[in-house]
């Protein structure tokens, strides 16, 4: 499967459609789209410029700068790929942070099979409970409000979703591991693999997506998609359960002052 058949565009169509459903504005502009949601301010992928077609990089700042201007951040998302990887060295030298995203679209089987009869559907309390220690420990200079901005947005994209939550717990007793499988009855996207530090090595992320692309495949759906860091291991993980790379986007960000 490749972005010729389409997988791409359809990918990134169901991403931008779940932004619509949560943002309190959408709006097309010259170069792509424009995404605002002042109820949640501090939901940076709520608040950012989106790019689909290529833009130098001074351009790309004024940009940003004129529909962002008020916020204490700036993030640009830039889907055409040329522009991506042309942008990438000359933010990276400006001091961005830069972050390099490949869809992975379902087109195989996995290597090996796994039981997944202990994959559980937790509840919404607790499966927000470990997303807040997730944003927690990977976002600590967030503040409460940020924290409590995020974990809503995190809720009402699951309603909006038709999502399924799919979660495995550890030794504990508790909630340990999670992933979630969001549907418009045609397209599936499985998306936030996560497992605490203290529980990881135990094939939970593996059991977890394989129990969600069995879920896709028995409602019929068209295509089911990843997104993942395109420098981490994941990747590697969902490659081996049957996903295949078909594009990449760029997401360049920083706070002002940065």
């Known amino acids: 499967m490749s972005a010729v058949d389409g997988s791409l565009e359809r990918a990134l169509a169901f991403e931008r459609q779940t932004v619509a459903l949560l943002a309190d504005e959408v709006a097309p502009i010259d170069e792509g789209w424009l995404i605002r949601t002042p109820s949640l301010p501090q939901v940076w992928s709520l608040n950012e410029v989106r790019v689909t077609r290529p833009i130098r990089f001074g351009d790309a700042l004024a940009l940003v700068e ?8 700036r993030q640009l998302v830039v889907e055409h790929p040329d522009a991506g990887r042309r942008l990438e060295a000359e933010f990276r030298a400006e001091g961005w942070q830069v972050d390099r995203q490949v869809s992975m ?3 195989g089987n996995p290597d090996r099979q796994v039981d997944t009869s202990t994959v559980i559907e937790p ?3 607790e499966t927000l409970k470990l997303m807040q220690r997730w944003m927690g420990d990977a976002h600590q200079e967030a503040t409460p409000e940020g924290l409590r901005q995020v974990l809503e947005y995190t809720r009402l994209t699951w309603r909006a979703r038709c999502m399924r939550r799919l979660g495995m717990v550890g030794e504990s007793g508790a909630l340990a591991a999670m992933t979630m499988l969001y549907s418009d009855g045609t397209i599936a996207q499985v998306e936030d693999v996560y497992t605490v ?5 135990r ?5 977890l997506v394989t129990r969600a692309i069995s879920l896709a495949r028995e ?5 089911t ?3 993942a860091d395109d420098e981490g291991w994941p990747k590697h993980l969902y490659g081996r359960l049957g996903f295949q790379p078909v594009g990449r986007t760029w997401l360049f960000h920083r706070k002002v002052g940065d």
């Not at 004129?66 to 951040?73: C, F, N, Q, R, S």
């Not at 530090?197 to 090595?201: L, V």
């Not at 094939?203 to 059991?207: E, K, L, P, Y």
């Open 225 to 227: 998609f990843i997104v």
């Open 203 to 207: 094939g939970f992320a593996r059991s």
């Open 197 to 201: 530090p203290e529980e990881r090595g």
């Open 123 to 125: 509840g919404e309390d």
């Open 66 to 73: 004129a529909h962002m201007g008020e916020l204490p951040y």
């Open 219 to 223: 409602h019929g759906h068209e295509l």
């Open 105 to 107: 679209a379902l087109h």
